[in-house]
Every structure is written in C-alpha cells, then in structure tokens.
C-alpha cells in the first residue's frame, strides 16, 4: 500500500509563474490536507478538502492560491503569480473516512523555490 | 488562541545519552496531541499520539511522551539515543471532538554527537 505521494518533489519556478502541485492520497483515503513549511517554521494549516469539496480553506492566503480535490486524480494545490515569499515545503496529509486528522499520513512534501 | 510551543529550537546530546524533548501546549479543552519527526528532505512520520486515558504513551523506535494535565506538557524521551535519532521533531495539537487543523510547533532540531 503505497504512502502518501506527492509530486513535483522539488520545483523551480520563476516570478509571476504558476505552481502547481500534487497529491495522491493513501488509498481509501478520502480526506487531503495541505500544509506550508517555511524556513525555520513549523508547518501551517492551509486547507482540507474531502471529494469535490473544500471543507475548510481558513489558512489559504486570500489571493493566488487555490486547491481541488476532483472526484477522479489526485489533489492539486495551484499558486498563480508566485513571489519569493512563496518559497517553502508544501505537505499533504490523508485520512481515511470518519477518522480526519487522527489518523492523517504525510507525504514527502514539495519544495518549491522562486526564483 | 490555540498554540503548541517547543521551547528548545536546538539540542545537542550525545550517543547513548538521554533525551527529553518539551512541548506546551495551550487549549481550551485538552487536545490529541502528536509527536513527529522530521528527517532532512523527508517528510513527516508520527511517532506516537496521545488521545486519552494513560498518560505514558508508547511509540516507535523506542520513544515515549508523557502526558501532564497540571503543567499543559507532552515531553517526548528516550533513554538512550541513537545516532539516526538525528532529525527534526515537531510536537503538534488537535482539538477534540472539532476542527481538523493539526497546529504544530516550531519543531527542535536534534544533533547526536559520536
């Protein structure tokens, strides 16, 4: 039973580019959560998405970014416009039906530079 | 405002030595608390969790975290390091019963010297 996979696993873009990226869940899992890692920082809590749904985007910043969890392939968190403060590891976490973020796996994250 | 706090930014032991790192935590109601180690590039992987009833916890490769209501502590231990210990561990709460938002704490990073 493969882990959490996401990928890119490192990803250069330059200013004003779009980002984009993605997570497949463990399988029969169907709860995604994205988190950000900055530099010396603990990770935050950007978004929880079930099927089709955002549950909760209450630590999304307001403006560029955006996430999807289609009923079919994986999630996919989008940053449009990236800046330098952009730079960080983005982690998704998964979760099986009925057991949310107690039981929540990571993944190896994605490291995305701005250059 | 919920927060969990890991004083020690760095530590330093030695191989064969002790180790005890601290986590407060601060809730309303007690939370589920984790403990997760970070590898270098790697992602996170849970070491133990503590959702309710004894308040020594059990995890993998050999850690342990105790539970103190009266101090709002989850300290993780182990009594004896080993040089693979060598990594990046965050301490993290989740309210019970309510939000899914894991809140973490800033991590302390663990050097092991020969």
Known sequence: NAGVMQNPRHLVRRRGQEARLRCSPMKGHSHVYWYRQLPEEGLKFMVYLQKENIIDESGMPKERFSAEFPKEGPSILRIQQVVRGDSAAYFCASSPPGRVNTEAFFGQGTRLTVV | ?114
């Open chain 2, 1 to 114: 405002a919920q927060s969990v706090t890991q004083p020690d930014i760095h530590i330093t032991v030695s191989e064969g030595a002790s180790l005890e790192l601290r986590c407060n935590y601060s809730y309303g109601a007690t939370p589920y608390l984790f403990w997760y180690v970070q590898s270098p590039g790697q992602g996170l992987q849970l070491l133990l969790k503590y959702f309710s009833g004894d308040t020594l916890v059990q995890g993998i490769k050999g850690f342990e975290a105790e539970f103190k209501r009266s101090q709002s502590s989850f300290n993780l231990r182990k009594p004896s390091v080993h040089w693979s210990d060598a990594a990046e561990y965050f301490c993290a709460g989740l309210p019970q019963g309510g939000s899914e938002k894991l809140v973490f704490g800033k991590g302390t990073k663990l050097t092991v010297n020969p």
